[in-house]
């Protein structure tokens, strides 16, 4: 009986230490879950009990430099998303074949998206009213009360379809800026996204409505570009023309700036694409192959047409460039603009053993004025200048001219220029460098440097935005004017001014001449690589010549049309 009682006893303590030890368990168990996790546990807990729907914020509209033209806008929509565990399974079938059938969707990837158990699935982004309208109607007739939701969205809008498509650019699925203007100042256009919480209990089922909060959207600020619509629709009907007509094979780009503020007033690049469409090629031949194509030469492809020649693309600007070559000439004081005699053109000239030739070597230009040599474009005069100018001095010209940097223009993809470095400058380089040949710089930076010359002398950086408008306040923020060091004197700089009015009046750029207008100008032509047998031919022109007010510089890519390559027999 005692050894009875002693093993009741023993029992009786095991079960005691056993339920201690599981209380103690319990408590250290909570006490981790309660301070170690509990932060963690309350994050997830109020995800799984909250349900939040996206409001996308309405993107700032892009005008043109008046004002008066919108060349990109976001206008509301809606979005369609659905809570399948709020739709009875009676009636699931039934809501995956009208949102299938009203939204033009696959009904079978609807119907499994309708029978997931989630709290949320995304069914129709960014469709126009009148589609969810036809779903309220639908939803009201069946009497589907709950577990469908439309939701005010913004879809961008570009008004001009293929104006300025490289420049503007365009907006992914996001809403966020992909390319151009939009990529540049996503942060400024985006606004802030607002969104719709609401409570849901284990199920996912909202619990009420008290429990719903709204945050409303803000919207982004808008923006003034420099570009003016009228001068831009000018420029892309002509740049057309005289691709087509030059039948470049590679494009062509204008770039139309104001010198004494930096305002770009037109950017064009030909072929241009539809900004409401981009992913679709705009090459015909293409669009008939597309399909067989791989992924990667269909991105490739895609990039290219995307691709802003006029500040991405490095060429050999030619001829053009002997404007540099003159204002450096004249502001170290080795040459005049008028000096009878000062040059003579052989026909080539000789320079560390090679011989380099004047494009007119058969009949030579003979004796010449700096005014003269520009307006007869003689390479002999300029590679004389060149080696007078020597290496170090030219060098320190080509980096106040902003050669060896990009512009700061605030566009994506901007490329800066390829020359050889100035320890390697032999006589030969210095000699092709100086009539523009055998380097490489984007159009924006020529047309800078012309720009510079044409303002009186002092760099000016270009700008593609003028101003910001506050979406609240309506606030036009203007965006300062930014210039750079004097490069050459005033003087001088309207004595290259009067020397290119004399190509237009007298010289090889002679086409461009308009009655009654005082218009400088210099053509240039240039191999598009080392016998390649293709060209790029160019034109950059000053009016008026005796108070600036633009400078426009035209470039084609590889014209193979009767008319040639060279640069004053095409002046459109």
């Known amino acids: ?15 005691l230490f056993i339920a201690v030890l599981v209380f103690v368990l319990l408590i250290a168990r909570i006490g981790y879950l309660q301070f170690s996790k509990g932060e963690w546990l309350t994050m997830m807990a109020s995800e799984q009990q909250s349900l939040s729907r996206t409001i996308t914020a309405k993107r700032g509209t892009i005008y043109d430099s008046t004002g008066k033209y919108v060349l990109a806008v976001s206008a509301s929509v809606e979005t ?41 699935e995304t069914i129709a982004k960014r469709v126009e009213k009148e589609k969810t309208d036809e779903l309220r109607v639908w939803m009201q007739q069946n009497d589907i009360t709950s577990g469908i939701n439309i939701d005010e969205d913004t879809k961008r809008y570009y008004p001009y379809r293929d104006l300025a498509s490289q420049v503007i650019g365009f907006c992914g699925s996001d809403n966020q800026g992909l390319d151009g203007v939009e990529a540049k100042y996503d942060e400024i256009l985006k606004g802030t996204n607002g969104k719709i919480e609401s409570q849901t ?4 089922a909202t619990i009420g409505t008290e429990g719903e909060s709204y945050i409303s959207a803000k919207d982004g600020d808008s923006i003034l570009l420099s570009i003016d619509m009228t001068v831009q629709s ?31 007033m037109a950017m064009a690049t030909y072929p241009g694409y539809d900004l409401n469409d981009p992913y679709t090629i705009n090459n015909e031949e293409l669009k008939n192959t597309w399909d067989t194509i791989d992924q990667k030469e269909k991105s490739e492809k895609l990039q290219a047409m995307w691709r802003n020649k006029a500040i991405s693309d490095t060429y050999e600007p030619g001829s053009v460039f002997k404007v540099i070559t003159a204002s450096a000439a004249l502001e170290e004081g080795i040459a005049d603009s008028d000096t009878e005699g000062q040059f ?19 009949r030579p230009h003979g004796s010449q004025s700096l005014r003269q040599g520009l307006m007869n474009s003689c390479n002999p005069v300029f590679i004389g200048l060149g080696q007078k100018i020597g290496v170090e001095k030219y060098y320190d010209y080509l980096e106040k001219f902003g050669f060896f940097r990009k512009t ?25 460098i100086s009539f523009g040949q055998r380097f490489e710089i984007t159009p924006l930076q020529m047309i800078t440097a012309v720009s510079s010359i044409a303002n009186g002398g002092k760099y000016i950086v270009p700008r593609i935005v003028r101003a910001t408008i506050n979406n609240e306040t309506k606030e036009i923020n203007d965006l300062p004017i930014e210039y750079g060091e004097q490069i050459v004197s005033r003087e001088n700089a309207e004595k290259v001014m009067s020397m290119m009015e004399s190509v237009v009046s007298e ?41 600036p007010q633009l400078v426009m510089l035209i470039t084609l890519y590889n014209p193979i049309g009767e008319g040639g390559h060279q640069g004053g027999a095409w002046v459109i």
Do not use: H
């Not at 010289?507 to 598009?528: L, M, W």
């Open 507 to 547: 010289g090889t750029g002679k086409n461009a001449k308009v009655a009654g207008y005082r218009i400088g100008g210099k053509t240039g032509t240039s191999e598009d690589g080392v016998n390649t047998n293709r060209y790029v031919t160019s034109f950059c022109a000053v009016a008026p010549t005796d108070n």
């Open 201 to 204: 209990d284990a199920k996912g």
């Open 408 to 432: 700061g223009i605030n566009l994506p993809g901007e490329a800066k220029g390829i020359f050889v470095k100035e320890e390697k400058c032999g006589p030969v380089e210095l000699a092709t």
């Open 80 to 120: 369609v998303t659905i809570n399948p565990t709020q739709i009875a399974n009676s009636d699931k079938e039934k809501v995956a074949e009208a949102l299938s059938r009203i939204f033009e969707l696959d009904y079978e990837k609807i119907l499994k998206r309708v029978k997931r158990n989630s709290s949320i």
């Open 234 to 264: 000018i420029v892309e009907k002509y740049l057309e023309e005289a691709c087509i007509d030059n039948v470049c094979t590679d494009g062509g780009s204008i770039i139309i700036m104001n010198p004494r503020t930096g305002d770009i």
């Open 344 to 362: 003579n053109c052989s026909g080539s000239i000789q320079i560390a053993g090679a011989r380099i030739k004047c494009w007119r070597y058969y």
């Open 1 to 15: 009986m005692e050894e009875i009682q002693i093993s009741n006893k023993r029992k009786m303590r095991n079960a």
